[in-house]
């Protein structure tokens, strides 16, 4: 854990998908505290949280980043957790495929709750507030994603959730916390709750303990010596060769910082065999991936069997990623680019300081340049290429100490752990998704089948519609009988958000790139000419012909037409098609009572219209019932127009 205070530097404004972020505000610090006095409070904190935290953090191998916390800036609002001038505790980690990372720190937030009850946490992830999210089925009707910003904090080893009935409209954040620290306020989340997250983290730290992995593998003696002083820095290796590019391959094929090579080219490194420890999901990408050894590396013979390939194939992988890593960060660190530097790359664009300048021209470079220039004289650069480099360094301090291969011999190696998990994880999975599938269940028993969490209805994000089948028809012919433009099919009602086109405007970038002459037509007087010469104008001059001499043969067209329909008729008639279409149906008369014949109703069944509309809503059901609950074109039509199809409970 950092108690050095330094903020973390963000790769950029948007939230990665795979962080988890944290915020810790002590009961003790207030906004109203001197600037001096609040940070030695929070370097004291600090001390304190980090000797409470190292024995559970000891031994631990994190997939990306590790468990930080640092001290904001008081003065400012927080760019990292969005805090307003309010001095207090922050970090972020990102936890990337290791989900088991995210949990691990929820439960170290909790520790840190019970050990200091005057202590109140925020943690959230791309997702929102996850927590909520993991025990949405026991939540309160009121609390969604809109109502629940500065609502949920961890306080006293319990979740807590400021309720709506003390601020009808989200809170901020020091009337939340002021909330918290108030007896006569019970702002504790109910047991239900309490119970899902305390079963989410039940088990941690042995929990994470297992999620380790011991693995033997052989590598070079440059590589083991790093692992030996610094075992943490596997997940950058890790890291590096699941993420690698063409770059960062050619570094591999090289392998110039971990292979010495002799002068005919021969590879001087004795190969060590080790025992190294990662997370699970490290273990899972180095496995999984299928890699090619550079040319340069030493493998092993098909003759020392395949124990021995297997643990000198991912070693190999290893030491490949080492090298990525080393090779890209130093340069990185040279250049003194990397997160920070896209983050005030882009801050620059927004602001327009490249506006209409092509990429690659002379004064876009400039530009550039000077740009440059200035980021390498901000204090920005300096702490971005520290960050970048500590690990180039600290490489460069564990080789150039002495060392030897006699220091890995009579080394008791533990046995490599089983990893039948790794493929062998479907009863857990089944038995996961067989625990949220009775949850749901039971939440739609207690609440009724069209609700959920949030109070939003199922398969619709407002009140579902009853269903009519004579609305479909209505609406379905209103949709065909409706005049669209050029913007598309227009829905007749506002069932939907439509997309709006501002038509000048679109005129206007079309221009910017086609240039008026080309929106003209880019054509002259004489390509006009020439269409007016051509087949198409000669189609429509003789067709105005033709109508103009058989104005007065309408009753020719009459008949012509009548004898193709009779010929029509007979030809549908040898067919079983009119019999797949419903008519309507036949109104009783006097000859129904007494009897009429086999002949007369045969003929009053062939003279009754074909209902339209019964068809049309037959059809949409019919291809809605095909597709068995997958999405397809007559749910997706029925869903723009505002219809929801309930379930076909008949089973016959």
């Not at 989200?170 to 709750?193: C, E, F, G, Y």
């Amino acid at each position: 854990m950092d108690v050095s205070g330094e903020d973390v530097p963000r790769r950029n404004p948007r939230i990665p998908d795979d962080t988890v972020f944290y915020s810790l505000y002590a009961d003790d610090i207030s906004s109203s505290t001197p600037p001096l006095q609040a940070a030695d409070a929070l370097r004291s904190l600090l001390l304190r949280l980090h000797s409470l935290l190292t024995p559970l953090l000891s031994n631990y191998i994190w997939q990306h980043e590790p468990f930080l916390l640092s001290a904001a800036e008081s003065s400012l609002a927080c760019r990292l957790c969005s805090s307003p001038p309010l001095p207090h505790l922050h970090g972020k980690t990102r936890f990337g495929d290791n989900l088991e990372d995210e949990w691990f720190i929820v439960f170290l937030l909790f520790e840190i709750t019970r050990a200091f009850p005057s202590i109140s946490i925020r943690v959230w992830d791309s997702d929102g507030e996850f927590l909520l999210i993991e025990a949405a089925f026991s939540l309160p009707g009121w609390l969604n994603p809109d109502s629940s910003p500065n609502r949920v904090f961890i306080r006293a080893g319990d979740l807590h959730i400021v309720p709506k009935r003390i601020f009808p409209s989200n809170p901020s954040l020091d009337l939340s916390l002021q909330a918290l620290r108030n007896p006569k306020i019970d702002t504790k989340a109910s047991d239900s709750v309490q119970s899902v997250l305390n079963k989410r983290i039940s088990g941690y730290p042995q929990k994470a303990r297992e999620n380790i992995h011991r693995v033997r593998v052989t590598v070079p003696l440059p590589v083991a010596q790093v692992l030996k002083q610094e075992p943490c820095l596997i997940s950058l290796s890790v890291e590096s060769f699941y993420d690698r590019d063409v770059d960062s391959l050619k570094d591999a094929s090289k392998m110039e910082k971990l292979l010495r090579t002799g002068k005919a080219g021969d590879v001087d490194v004795d190969m060590v065999r080790v025992s190294v420890e990662m997370s699970r999901a490290m273990y899972a990408q180095l496995v999984q991936q299928r890699f090619q050894a550079p040319r340069c590396y030493p493998m092993p013979g098909t003759k020392e069997g395949p124990v021995a390939y297997k643990e000198a194939e991912l070693g190999m992988k290893i030491a490949c990623g080492f090298e990525m890593m080393y090779q890209e960060r130093r340069r990185a660190g040279e250049e003194g680019k990397g997160s920070a530097w896209d983050a005030f790359l882009q801050s620059l664009e927004k602001s327009g300081c490249f506006e209409g300048l092509l990429p690659g021209s002379k004064e876009y470079q400039r530009v550039m340049d000077n740009a440059l220039e200035y980021y390498k004289s901000s204090v920005l650069f300096s702490r971005t290429r520290d960050i970048m480099t500590a690990p180039v360094k600290r490489i460069d301090e564990i080789l150039a100490s002495v060392y030897s291969i006699n220091d890995f011999r009579d080394v008791h190696l533990l046995p490599s752990d089983d990893d039948s998990w790794l493929y062998n994880g479907e009863d857990e999975l089944s038995s996961s998704i067989l625990e949220r599938q009775m949850e749901m269940e039971a939440y739609e028993s207690k609440h009724g089948k069209d609700k959920l969490p949030g109070g939003q209805a199922s398969g619709s994000n407002s009140e579902p519609n009853d269903f009519n089948l004579k609305d479909v028809a209505e609406s379905m012919q209103a949709f065909v009988r409706k005049i669209s433009s050029f913007e598309g099919a227009e829905v007749p009602h506002d069932w939907s958000n439509q997309v709006e086109l501002d038509a000048e405007k679109f005129m206007k970038e079309l221009e910017s790139v086609l240039g008026p002459a080309m929106l003209e037509g880019n054509s002259s007087d004489a390509d006009f000419e020439e269409l007016g010469s051509s087949s198409d104008m000669d189609f429509e001059d003789s067709e105005d012909d033709d109508i103009i001499e058989g104005a007065g043969n309408d009753d020719t067209e009459d008949a012509f037409m009548q004898s193709y329909s009779d010929a029509l008729n007979e030809e549908l008639s040898s067919t079983t098609l009119k019999q797949s279409f419903i008519r309507a149906p036949r109104p009783p008369n006097k000859e129904d009572e007494g009897g009429a014949s086999t002949s007369v109703k045969h003929m009053d069944e062939d003279l009754r219209p074909v209902d339209v509309d019964m068809n049309l809503v037959q059809s949409f059901l019919d291809s809605f019932a095909s597709q068995k609950g997958l999405p397809g074109p007559a749910s997706n039509l029925l869903g723009v127009m505002g219809f929801k199809v309930p379930a076909d409970e008949n089973k016959s």
